[in-house]
């Protein structure tokens, strides 16, 4: 990796997403070295029929889970802006995961150690998988151009909160019935 790398982070447009997972392949095959969708770091959920939501770390600018680590095994990548976690440290506590305001980070099934998108070192294979099949749901954007008055926090929702946001805003009041 470069040391004149520009931090990134992955937009997003959930109205795209078609549920096709090629960012969690993606993204398992990269980290895992095979599809393994329980140990991607951005998952696909499906709470309303037809609203299939990506979810993954926002890269929040305070960062809540960071300083919620009694060990300090979370960091970040000042190269990609990504928050990274330091196996060897990471005690499994969970504090991170309860911090995060999307209850993004995960116990890893196999380690047990707390599991964040990495950014893939500011290359994200999600962001390529998606874009490569058309559908524009998740993007990389060079955040040390865009927008600075954009809070990344906005995009910390559970799964559950976008979903019913996405229904809202799709099928009106008709949503109260699919929620």
């Avoid at 990506?54 to 960091?75: G, K, M, Y």
């Avoid at 994200?124 to 600075?148: F, H, I, M, Q």
Wanted: proline residues 7%.
């Amino acid at each position: 990796m470069s040391s004149t790398q520009k931090p990134v982070w992955i937009a997003r447009d959930y109205v795209n997403c078609s549920g096709c997972r090629r960012c969690e392949v993606a993204c398992s095959i990269k980290h895992e070295g095979k599809i393994w969708p329980a140990a991607s770091r951005v998952r696909v959920f499906m709470l309303v029929p037809t609203l299939e939501v990506p979810h993954l770390c926002a890269q929040c600018e305070d960062a809540p889970c960071i300083p919620s680590c009694p060990v300090n095994a979370l960091s970040w990548n000042t190269n990609t802006g990504a928050i990274t976690v330091d196996d060897e440290a990471c005690t499994s506590c969970g504090n991170c995961l309860n911090a995060c305001p999307g209850k993004v980070p995960f116990l890893h099934p196999v380690t047990n150690k707390a599991t964040i998108c990495d950014l893939c070192e500011g290359d994200p294979e999600c962001a390529k998988a998606c874009e490569e099949g058309g559908y524009r749901t998740l993007w990389v954007v060079d955040r040390s151009t865009s927008n600075t008055s954009v809070s990344y926090r906005l995009y910390a929702k559970t799964p559950d909160k976008v979903t019913s946001d996405l229904a809202y805003r799709l099928y009106g009041d008709t949503a109260k019935e699919l929620i």
